[in-house]
């Protein structure tokens, strides 16, 4: 495996960052400048310098030049539409066995936050594909992907999934739209038996009729769950957690479609929690 330089090379992709958290992600180009709000930065100034180096302005204000990972990446999309945060995409990610090679649907592709991290994840040999009805989100998803050089990986379909999908014997399946238990018939028609389905919601009445319908639905292994995350103030003599945080983004609910009336041999559904504890 060849190592990448440890200076900064036209082309990287580079994530400034100033004393306050204000940051920045560009691609350097010879010849250009970022203008920001504590003076100017030339790209030349960047290149060849260390990686965790600091870099000055013409104004003297300082940026450290940080590795951006796909979390501030994510955190940073072009956005149009409620998007899917790190905190809920990484156990989407693990629960959806989403991994190298692997085949993924999702509805709706809104601004791509989810599509990413799942084009991210399937690698080269993978493929997700990514239906909604409107044009002008999907737009947005497209151009988010482009942004990762990740479209070969993906299929977009304009397409509301009430009409279905076009794809049999999926390897997982993901919903993030306000009414998911209108089409769990077409997510069952698409998905193989027995394989993940995920849906993120964002209130308890829409998690209620989806559940209502996996029911109904011959869907098995019913969990819901919502994940909270706190941040720590990191001061190593005074550690204690931040004085806000982010109480609610969504509920999440995963199942799996089984054939007609096997559900029953697994007896009603109970949370993990005996499988997650500590022995
Ligand atoms: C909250 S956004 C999805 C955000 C996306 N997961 C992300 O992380 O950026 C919901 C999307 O679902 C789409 N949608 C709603 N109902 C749909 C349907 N029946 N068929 C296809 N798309 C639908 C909407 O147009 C909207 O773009």
Not at 212 to 225: G, K, M, S, T
Not at 259 to 266: I, R, S
Request: with cysteine; proline share 7%; aromatic share 8%.
């Amino acid at each position: 495996m060849s190592e990448s330089p440890s200076t900064l090379q036209p082309g990287d992709v580079v994530m400034l960052v100033d004393e306050r958290r204000k940051q920045f992600i560009l691609r350097l180009e010879s010849g250009a400048e970022l203008q920001t709000h504590r003076g100017v930065l030339h790209h030349d100034d960047l290149i060849g310098a260390a990686w965790g180096s600091r870099i000055t302005t013409h104004l003297g204000y300082s940026f450290v030049a940080l590795v951006p990972t796909l979390y501030d990446h994510l955190l940073h999309l072009r956005r149009q539409s409620q998007i899917i945060f790190p905190k809920e995409l990484g156990y989407i990610l693990l629960h959806l066995a989403v991994g190298e090679g692997a085949t993924v649907i999702e509805a709706g592709s809104g601004s791509g936050a989810l599509t990413v991290a799942l084009a991210w994840a399937v690698g080269p040999a993978g493929h997700v594909v990514s239906y909604d009805r409107r044009k002008d989100l999907q737009d947005v998803a497209r151009r988010n992907v482009e942004k990762f050089g990740l479209e070969p990986r993906v299929t977009f379909h304009e397409r509301d999934i009430a009409e279905g999908f076009v794809e049999r014997d999926a390897g997982a399946l993901f919903l993030d739209l306000p009414d998911p238990h209108l089409y769990l018939p077409q997510v069952r028609a698409a998905l193989r038996l027995g394989s993940p389905f995920g849906a993120i919601l964002p209130t308890a009445n829409q998690v209620s009729a989806l559940v209502a319908a996996l029911d109904q639905n011959d869907f098995a292994r019913i969990e819901v769950c919502e994940l909270l995350l706190r941040f720590y103030k990191p001061v190593p003599a005074r550690l204690r957690p931040t004085d806000r945080m982010v109480a609610h983004t969504g509920y999440l609910v995963f199942a799996r479609p089984v054939a007609e009336g096997a559900g029953a041999a697994l007896g009603p559904d109970k949370p993990p929690d005996d499988d997650i504890a500590p022995a």
